[in-house]
């Protein structure tokens, strides 16, 4: 079955710095989705990926998705503390049925010290 | 739009006890989810629906129901509780094919 591996786990930086988190399929990608979560809340969508080669931006954040369409990359700019929380990718199970099923990742913690 | 609401927000229920999780959406979509993630976890899917009538199972359906009567609600009944049942419940929502929009999740934790 296919999984969704995140690293790092966990990440500290400092207010300003950049930061990655990776997303790696064990299978081809048909949409990859990217989540954050804040501490006893709800996911809050922030960006969704199709094509291999892709790349979408929103304000400090932006997300890539390889050729190959089996990894994905979060990438945020001069962090801030309003950046902390879980970061989930999630990707469409590629069934080929219309349910847009999707599994997740384990997450990325993120901690923005100021 | 009030977007995907989730009630209540916590429960503590004895084992043995049953529960409904309530779910609703004003969005107008027809694909509906439940999800629990538990610590560490990513979320793993419970059931889902394409829409009012049907359902089916996801990854993780033991010891739960759903329904879908309605276009707006999907009810998540546990009858039985479990402490294996202690987790984060989230419902999620979205047209087909498309982005999944989440409510703010149910904590419930069976003693």
């Known amino acids: 079955s296919q999984e969704l591996e995140q690293s790092p786990q966990s990440l500290i930086v400092q207010e300003g710095k950049n930061l990655t988190i990776n997303c790696t399929s064990s299978?081809?990608?048909?949409?990859l989705y990217w989540y954050k979560q804040k501490y006893g809340e709800g996911l809050i969508f922030l960006m969704m990926l199709q094509k291999g080669g892709e790349e979408k931006s929103h304000e400090k954040i932006t997300a890539k998705l390889d050729e190959k369409k089996q990894q994905s990359s979060l990438h945020i700019t001069a962090s801030q503390p309003s950046h902390a929380g879980i970061y989930l990718c999630?990707?469409?199970?590629?069934?080929?049925?219309?349910?847009?099923?999707?599994?997740f990742g384990t997450g990325t913690l993120l901690a923005v010290q100021p | 739009n009030a977007g995907v609401t989730q009630t209540p927000k916590f429960r503590i229920l004895k084992i043995g006890q049953s529960m409904t999780l309530q779910c609703a959406q004003d969005?107008?979509?027809?694909?509906m989810y439940w999800y629990r993630q538990d610590p560490g976890m990513g979320l793993k899917l419970i059931y889902y629906s394409v829409g009012a009538g049907i359902t089916d199972k996801g990854e993780v359906p033991n010891g739960y129901n759903v329904s879908r009567s309605t276009t707006e609600d999907f009810p998540l009944r546990l009858e039985l509780a479990a402490p294996s049942q202690t987790s984060v419940y989230f419902c999620?929502?979205?047209?087909?094919?498309?982005?999944?929009?989440f409510g703010p999740g149910t904590r419930l934790l069976v003693l």
């Open positions: 969005m107008n979509h027809n694909y």
């Open positions: 999630g990707a469409d199970r590629g069934d080929g049925g219309a349910t847009n099923k999707l599994i």
């Open positions: 999620a929502s979205s047209s087909r094919a498309e982005t999944q929009y």
């Open positions: 299978k081809t990608l048909y949409g």
